[in-house]
């Protein structure tokens, strides 16, 4: 177990590196997230005890089920879920900085309060729907602006930047174009000067096509089962560099 979850860090780091390479981008510019769902704490540990720091979940629960074998080993917590307003009282007992997933009014209004009553504050992305999928969360790219000028005036909410789920679709320039919409809206967002507001991340990419979302400015990419699942390139994806296909995924 330990030497899969190793190896495919490995092989993931590798594809960002060259992906950053291609974009001209320093890879320190790009942070790997270890989307955790559904995956046991002591497959988390391995990872977080080999050099990672970043993991999220998607559930409010799993949250709980893991958050005392894993509060030890140091590492950072964010929530990349759909999150419920009746919720948010439970996540914010197990250490999250930051919610990914803010993409309502009324979230962002009871965030606040909750906040406010326990003297605290938090890191929210503003989550978009760029896929115009009704089957996904996150606002509309076109109420994007609005929604961000609203919750800067909520004191407790530090908005650093936006967040995307891109098309899952095999036609690569489709899901391009969702990064592209992320991208010309942080570049909005910052023409805009709106007070409280940073647009230093954008979280887009998974395993899937994290090539694209880092050559379209891709700040944390998520991955999942492609660290803690199967491998998902073999040995001579490294080792064999005049037969590696980087283009494959």
């Not at 919610?99 to 309060?113: G, N, T, V, Y």
């Not at 991955?223 to 080792?239: E, L, Q």
């Amino acid at each position: 177990m330990k030497e899969d979850i190793l190896h495919n860090l490995k092989v993931i780091d590798t594809r960002i590196q060259n992906a950053c390479k291609k974009a001209g981008r320093n890879p320190d510019e790009v942070k790997l997230l270890l989307a955790t769902k559904t995956v046991s704490a002591e497959r988390i540990k391995i990872a977080l005890e080999n050099g990672q720091t970043l993991i999220a979940e998607n559930k409010v629960q799993e949250l709980k089920e893991k958050y005392e074998e894993l509060k030890k080993t140091p590492h950072i917590n964010h929530f990349i879920g759909h999150l419920q307003t009746n919720k948010i009282k439970d996540i914010l007992k197990y250490d999250i900085t930051c919610i990914q997933s803010l993409d309502r009014l009324d979230l962002a209004e009871k965030l606040h309060q909750r906040l406010l009553a326990e003297n605290r504050t938090i890191e929210v992305l503003i989550q978009v729907n760029t896929s115009n999928e009704e089957s996904k969360f996150g606002i509309d790219p076109s109420q994007t602006i609005e929604l961000t000028r609203k919750v800067s005036e909520f004191s407790t909410l530090k908005v650093k930047g936006l967040m995307t789920i891109g098309l899952f679709s095999a036609e690569s320039e489709k899901v391009r174009q969702c990064f592209k919409i992320l991208k010309n809206l942080q570049q909005q967002i910052i023409r805009e000067y709106i007070p409280n507001i940073e647009m230093k991340e954008l979280s887009m990419g998974m395993s899937g096509d994290l090539e694209a979302a880092i050559e379209e400015g891709a700040t944390i990419i998520r991955v999942g089962t492609a660290v803690f699942g199967a491998r998902i390139y073999p040995d001579s994806y490294y080792w064999d560099e005049g037969n590696n296909d980087k283009s494959k995924k």
